[in-house]
């Protein structure tokens, strides 16, 4: 019996190192967007007068860095959202066309797509923004958009192989037999089926874009088409920028990813793990 | 009885390839992301290796001692980052697989590190280190009276910093990936080495890492892969700095785009192939063979 | 309804042939078995029927059309496959409309069908579940039902009462056999299992290897196997088959003369069959066993009894004496015994 206490104390034990490193340069965040500027740059672990004061600059845009918040808080949401519609569409197409048709050469463009997921996208940035220079897409959120789903495309069609493969091949066969067109099997039978994988593989591909900074940094440049993200690194340009107005834009920029994290916790969990690499 | 005397009709030569609607819908549905591929994975590869046709530019990489410097950091990086944050994934993957219902609190409290983008983050961390203002310092200070170290001037603590970064950032997915394996495990397995009276660590040497080890592996060759990409975690802790001292071949392209020098810029990312080709090469290889075995 | 017809059909996976050569006419109405054991061809035929595999040569007609290059939506077919391969996404009544809906029928004319089949098939009260909810018996009616709804000209049917247990599987035999006579649809039903065949054919084909080994009713089969593989194969307990010689009227095996009305020619090797009931038990038998095991079946028993260092297997009527050790005799109804050539397996 005693024994069984131990361990749990032992559990808990463990559990509190654990919070600590997860939360503290999260709860800074939180720390610096509630302080004012002297008691952000005093090192208390605690504001002596918390203040919302801060997210009253950033709503009304009172500062130099923040003079277009909310247009880029929108460019943020409208591309998150147009990769993640985008990058569905083409990965369950592809998906599809590899795993229930068969399509001839289908191995290898899963193959070139693997291919394209490894390597590492700090890599592929400059030749993009090349490319896209060549392209006349610069400073265009489209250039943004079709890169990042460029770069969540393999592995969404990955997921979606994998969790297509285990659906029963008798259930195209039947739906032959009753009749079926190849769209409406891709419509009324595998989509609907698909549903908890697209779940995770959309809200992968919003996420990738909405937290992306270094692309979002070559390819845009104007004030009024950049991303939230590159705005906020905007802020380190000079040495005496308002920190805590920083964080606090940092903070609101963290809400939707945490939020959407939370409340879809359980589908990306399983959807992630699931296409994860095999042993 | 038997046969009924239908109709002859003579036997016509088999079927000939043609190409049914499902064969074109096939290549219908799978267009969108060939097209995709081409216009911006295979031309700018190609137009980026186009760009580092010149020797001149290697020679100059390799006469920078700013690039010498950067690969040692990427190695280090890779080789201690990525065991230290396996070896922490492993045990806390034990961890979190006891069930309790607080500790699936914590684990969903464990992944927000994860989930959050790396701006805030990774900014909130550089300035909780710095030497001034920053909260280390300052509880330095309370308890001790002395002042802290100037923490990301100095390139070593600079790099392993980035290196803490790093880990903090990505050791949540990780856990959960060994997580799911340790979950793969069946529960009979453990009890059977409970009847025979194993210790906590003979179960995890007999039971637990034989059925982990394959995943635990090709795991931390792709991690290696995607920390070489790591882009974030330096650019946006040190920049690179102090005096350029704490670069990694990901960051350093943006410091020659930076400058203007777009060619030692290709330069370098094809410098780095050499090291995420092989990895890459062995990721490919054990991910088909776990398809083909299904 | 309709008649389906095989012309000298042939199958090759890549460059392994599966099927020889199948000639077969299935008549407008009728309920044809293919039976064999595991890796026959009877399912490839099926699915070749369906349009589901390419065939290698050869031709498949329904109702005197060629459909070898129709797609399977087009050959006014329907299939139940041996998984029932239901759409979980769909409630009972969705799957059985599913058919129509992709024809763009009104909606009232589907409902109006499903509720029909619903109705033959006492599937009513489970129109809005859906198939995790239902038993494997139900979910199969449901598959039986999507086939229906279709009104095709051909029922195919792959194996698909394999997955049920025992009891299950008895009745749903019946319940399919008496859907046959009262739609009188032309049926192609594929099974391993013998006892299913007897039982639902009109007519049998017995396959083996890629080539049909007899083609004929039931009984016909039963009676007079045409080689040796159909008269082991079909009947249970199996034929009771060993070595022996032909000579002076009689086969000489197994130490012993075992008579039979069937000839040979003198010194010929045949193989001597006899099925298990036709083993009577008599004190005037000039055979004898002795019994190893007594299977008392209630209204049967069944004994395995050894003559020489053979196996046999004894159907008795009612109940029987015997005790494991006995000697019996045995006296073998000449009429019923069947001769095969030991070469070549025919019946002789």
């Known amino acids: 019996m005693k024994k069984k206490y131990l361990n749990e104390a032992f559990l808990l034990l463990m559990a509190v190192p654990i919070l600590l490193w997860s939360l503290l340069p999260i709860y800074h965040i939180f720390l610096f967007s509630i302080s004012s500027k002297d008691s952000a740059f005093s090192g208390a672990l605690w504001p002596d007068l918390p203040t919302l004061r801060n997210f009253?600059?950033?709503?009304?845009?009172?500062?130099?860095?923040?003079?277009?918040?909310?247009?880029?808080?929108?460019?943020?949401?409208?591309?998150?959202?147009?990769?993640?519609?985008?990058?569905?569409?083409?990965?369950s197409c592809a998906a599809f066309a590899i795993s229930r048709l068969k399509v001839r050469g289908g191995r290898t463009v899963m193959n070139l797509a693997l291919f394209t997921y490894f390597i590492p996208a700090a890599f592929l940035a400059i030749p993009m923004y090349k490319a896209m220079g060549n392209y006349g897409l610069l400073n265009n959120r489209w250039s943004l958009v079709l890169a990042m789903v460029t770069l969540a495309s393999p592995y969404a069609?990955?997921?979606?192989?994998?969790?297509?493969d285990k659906l029963p091949w008798e259930l195209d066969e039947a739906a032959r037999i009753d009749g079926a067109t190849p769209l409406q099997l891709f419509r009324l039978v595998y989509l609907p089926l698909m549903t908890p994988s697209m779940v995770a593989i959309g809200t992968y591909a919003l996420l990738l874009a909405w937290n992306e900074y270094l692309y979002g940094y070559l390819l845009l440049s104007h004030e009024r088409t950049i991303t939230l993200a590159v705005a906020l690194g905007h802020f380190t340009a000079a040495d005496d920028s308002p920190w805590e107005l920083l964080m606090a834009t940092g903070l609101v920029y963290a809400l939707p990813p945490a939020a959407i994290y939370y409340a879809f916790r359980r589908y990306m969990v399983s959807g992630l793990t699931s296409g994860a690499v095999k042993s | 009885m038997s046969a009924i005397a239908l109709p002859q009709t003579s036997p016509l030569p088999p079927a000939q390839r043609r190409m049914t609607s499902w064969q074109v819908w096939g290549l219908i549905l799978i267009?969108?992301?060939?097209?995709?591929?081409?216009?911006?994975?295979?031309?700018p590869v190609g137009y980026g290796l186009w760009l580092a046709r010149h020797p001149e530019s290697y020679v100059k990489l390799f006469n920078d001692p700013i690039f010498f410097r950067t690969v040692v950091n990427?190695?280090?990086?890779?080789?201690?980052a990525v065991n230290l944050k396996f070896l922490l994934a492993l045990w806390l993957s034990g961890f979190f697989t006891h069930e309790r219902v607080w500790i699936r609190w914590v684990s969903v409290l464990f992944l927000l590190p994860w989930a959050v983008p790396s701006i805030p983050t990774i900014f909130s961390i550089r300035f909780m280190f710095n030497p001034e203002w920053g909260v280390i310092n300052s509880v330095i200070f309370r308890l001790t009276g002395l002042d802290g170290p100037n923490w990301l001037n100095d390139p070593h603590i600079g790099l392993s910093l980035a290196m803490v970064t790093h880990i903090w950032k990505s050791l949540p997915f990780w856990t959960l990936i060994l997580i799911?394996?340790?979950?793969?495990?069946?529960?009979?397995?453990?009890?059977?080495?409970?009847?025979?009276?194993?210790?906590?660590?003979?179960?995890?040497?007999?039971?637990?890492?034989?059925?982990?080890?394959?995943?635990?592996l090709s795991s931390t060759i792709l991690s290696m892969i995607f920390t070489l990409g790591d882009f974030n975690s330096v650019y946006l802790l040190t920049g690179g700095g102090p005096a350029d001292l704490t670069h990694v071949l990901a960051t350093l392209g943006i410091r020659y785009i930076r400058l203007d020098q777009v060619d030692m810029a290709m330069a370098t990312i094809v410098c780095a192939l050499p090291f995420v080709l092989p990895l890459v090469y062995f990721m490919m290889k054990s991910l088909s063979k776990s398809d083909t075995e299904r | 309804m309709a008649s389906v017809s095989f012309s000298d059909v042939k199958k090759s996976f890549g460059a392994t042939p599966v099927l020889h050569g199948i000639s077969l006419d299935i008549l407008d109405g009728e309920f044809m078995v293919l039976v064999g054991p595991s890796g026959c061809g009877k399912s490839t035929l099926l699915r070749m029927l369906a349009g589901l595999e390419e065939?290698?040569?050869?031709?498949?007609?329904?109702?005197?059309?060629?459909?070898?290059?129709?797609?399977?939506?087009?050959?006014?077919?329907?299939?139940?496959?041996?998984?029932?391969?239901?759409?979980?996404?769909?409630?009972?009544?969705?799957?059985?409309?599913?058919?129509?809906?992709?024809?763009?029928?009104?909606?009232?004319?589907?409902?109006?069908?499903?509720?029909?089949?619903?109705?033959?098939?006492?599937?009513?009260?489970?129109?809005?579940?859906?198939?995790?909810?239902?038993?494997?018996g139900q979910r199969q009616r449901v598959a039986m039902g999507r086939a229906i709804v279709r009104d095709p000209k051909v029922f195919l049917f792959d194996e698909p009462l394999s997955n049920l247990d025992a009891k299950l599987r008895v009745a749903m035999r019946a319940e399919i056999k008496a859907l046959?006579?009262?739609?009188?649809?032309?049926?192609?039903?594929?099974?391993?299992?013998?006892?299913?065949?007897?039982?639902?054919?009109?007519?049998?084909?017995?396959?083996?290897?890629?080539?049909?080994e007899q083609l004929g009713e039931p009984l016909e089969l039963y009676d007079r196997p045409a080689n040796l593989f159909v008269a082991q194969f079909i009947g249970s307990p199996a034929m009771n088959v060993f070595d022996g010689i032909f000579r002076g009227g009689a086969v000489e095996a197994l130490g012993t003369r075992w008579?039979?009305?069937?000839?040979?020619?003198?010194?010929?090797?045949?193989k001597y069959g006899v099925r298990p009931e036709h083993l009577g038990i008599s004190a005037q038998g000039a055979i004898t066993a002795e019994v190893v095991v007594v299977e008392p079946m209630g209204a049967e028993t069944e004994l395995v009894v050894k003559v020489a260092d053979a196996s046999l297997v004894v159907t008795a009527h009612g109940r029987s004496n015997a005790k494991p050790g006995d000697a019996i005799k045995l006296a073998p109804d000449a009429a019923s015994v069947h001769l095969f050539d030991a070469a070549s397996g025919l019946r002789l």
């Not at chain 3, 065949?197 to 007519?203: C, G, L, V």
């Open chain 1, 56 to 91: 009253s600059y950033i709503w009304k845009q009172q500062h130099f860095y923040l003079y277009h918040f909310w247009v880029q808080i929108w460019n943020s949401l409208w591309i998150a959202v147009a990769v993640g519609a985008l990058t569905l569409a083409v990965a």
């Open chain 3, 259 to 270: 008579p039979s009305n069937a000839k040979a020619a003198e010194g010929q090797k045949v």
């Open chain 3, 180 to 212: 046959h006579q009262r739609l009188k649809t032309t049926t192609v039903y594929v099974t391993h299992d013998q006892v299913e065949a007897m039982t639902m054919a009109d007519r049998i084909a017995v396959m083996n290897e890629g080539r049909i």
């Open chain 3, 55 to 136: 065939i290698s040569a050869g031709n498949i007609a329904i109702d005197t059309r060629v459909v070898n290059d129709v797609e399977s939506k087009d050959r006014d077919i329907a299939m139940v496959f041996q998984s029932y391969a239901l759409y979980p996404h769909m409630t009972v009544g969705e799957n059985m409309g599913f058919s129509l809906r992709l024809r763009n029928d009104a909606k009232d004319l589907i409902a109006q069908r499903v509720a029909q089949t619903a109705k033959i098939l006492n599937l009513g009260p489970y129109l809005e579940r859906y198939p995790r909810e239902l038993s494997g």
């Open chain 1, 157 to 164: 069609i990955w997921v979606l192989k994998q969790a297509s």
């Open chain 2, 31 to 43: 267009a969108p992301y060939v097209l995709v591929f081409l216009a911006f994975v295979l031309y």
């Open chain 2, 74 to 80: 990427t190695i280090f990086f890779i080789l201690v």
């Open chain 2, 180 to 216: 799911s394996g340790r979950l793969a495990i069946p529960k009979e397995q453990y009890e059977a080495a409970s009847v025979d009276g194993a210790t906590v660590w003979q179960k995890f040497k007999y039971v637990t890492w034989p059925s982990i080890r394959t995943l635990y």
